[in-house]
């Protein structure tokens, strides 16, 4: 029986987010319309996000943004006919400057993407990251539409992949309990009570019936009782947003925020920017899936085929095995410890402080330390040497006996 330390992270770890190097430029500007085509050099990491930096002086402006990657063509089998090559409705209308030898086709990995940079009353808003589909490809095409983009400047233009891409956790429905109206604040409550307590959630949405354009700033806290005088703790801040980009209306009716626990979900809405009446139909929340991270060093090498891992937690035993093919950990869900219920003051962890955050590969070592520890630790091994020093040298003076006195020559 081996013996391993272990960490708890907040979510599955999904790796760390990685740039890749591209060259772009832009090859038709029009008022409505600009495409720009980037190259990424062969072999490079696949891609999902897209990341579009504006020139500072654009203000209040909506892009709507469309991308596609270039498939390279099987050749058509001996003896059939190619047919001539179609080109998708909203396909880039500037042919890519290929080699006439080259043979390849634009497949859509984005079609619903959109940049924003508006002044409201309190906020300024703005969205410059666009979601694409997992992207393999060396050449990519880009469209920016919207009105008044004639002088639209690009400061810069980032291809990555994003692991936190699609947050991990599960989805569930949360039940309205309560509505209140503040009409001298300006200010509706929304309370809804969430089916577990002991389990921490990361995500907020409500689900709206939007009439028209509309914009709220929102304030969610969390509390445990709904008794008159329990406190509710305030856990983001942020706004529900719809708008017209292009010819379609997009909506931001989701907040994020670090792992909380609580059993109530209050979401404050404020209505003094609007005069129509906001229709909710209900709310969803993301629970964060806890995980053990163990370093892959302090696993046998090779790893056996059947593994089996136990996790002592005082009085409690968790096992878990792995099957043949492919190793991967299947464990009970942390928060089903009785160590970590909320009455031991258990807060999750920040996934911006999780051992899976700031580039550390999944099997890394799960061992870290801050720059003012490694400072402190070098201080004490000079001292500690340098007072060891002194003490050897003090020893050997003291331990070295006077040279007999000579006596005089007869």
């Known amino acids: 029986m081996r013996e391993v330390s272990a960490t708890l992270c907040p979510s599955a770890p999904v790796g760390r987010y990685r740039e890749t190097a591209c060259r772009w430029k832009i090859t038709s500007q029009t008022d409505s319309r600009i495409v720009i085509e980037a190259t990424i050099p062969p072999g490079s990491d696949r ?4 990341r579009i930096q504006l020139d500072d002086q654009h203000r209040n402006l909506q892009v709507a943004v ?9 050749p058509p089998p001996a003896g059939q006919v190619e047919a001539p090559a179609t080109t998708p409705q909203n396909a880039p209308a500037e042919p890519p400057p290929a080699n006439a030898a080259d043979s390849f086709s634009w497949t859509p990995i984005c079609d619903s993407g959109w940049l924003l940079d508006r002044t409201l009353p309190g906020h300024r808003l703005t969205r410059n990251r666009v979601p694409l589909s997992p992207c393999e490809s060396s050449r990519i095409k880009i469209e920016l539409s919207g009105e008044g983009i004639a002088d639209l400047k690009i400061a810069s233009l ?3 992949w994003d692991p936190q891409q699609t947050p991990p956790g599960t989805v569930e429905v ?16 929304w309370i809804f009570e969430l089916t577990e307590s002991d389990r921490a959630v990361t995500a907020a949405e409500l689900e709206i019936d939007w009439v028209g354009p509309d914009y709220r700033p929102v304030q969610l806290t969390i509390g445990d009782s709904l008794e008159p005088g329990t406190p509710f703790r305030r856990i983001a801040e942020g706004a529900l947003l719809r708008l017209p980009v292009g010819e379609r209306q997009v909506a931001v009716q989701q907040v994020a925020f670090a ?24 709310c969803r929340v993301t629970r964060a899936d806890a995980w053990l991270q163990v370093a892959r060093t302090q696993l046998p090498n090779p790893l056996p085929d059947a593994l089996t891992l136990t996790l002592h937690t005082g009085q409690t035993a968790i096992e878990s095995r792995w099957g043949e093919s492919p190793p991967a950990p299947q464990c009970e869900p942390v928060a089903d410890i009785p160590m970590l219920a909320p009455s031991t003051g258990f807060t999750p962890l920040d996934p911006q402080n999780s051992p899976t955050a700031g580039g550390r590969e999944p099997g890394a070592s799960s061992i870290s330390f801050g720059l003012r520890e490694i ?5 004490a091994l000079t001292l500690g040497g340098v007072l060891i020093k002194w003490m050897v040298e003090l020893s050997r003076t003291s ?12």
Do not use: F, M
Not at 375 to 379: A, D, E, K, V
């Open 47 to 50: 891609v999902n996000s897209l």
């Open 66 to 74: 469309a991308a596609w990657e270039a498939r390279p063509q099987p």
């Open 158 to 160: 980032r291809l990555a």
């Open 174 to 189: 949360a039940q309205l309990v309560r509505r209140e109206d503040r009409p001298e604040a300006g200010e509706t409550d």
């Open 259 to 282: 792992p909380r626990l609580g059993k109530y979900l209050k979401w404050t809405v404020t209505n003094r920017h609007s005069t129509g009446e906001l229709n909710v139909t209900g």
């Open 375 to 379: 400072l402190i630790g070098l201080c």
């Open 399 to 410: 331990s070295v006996s006077p040279p007999p006195p000579q006596r005089p020559a007869r």
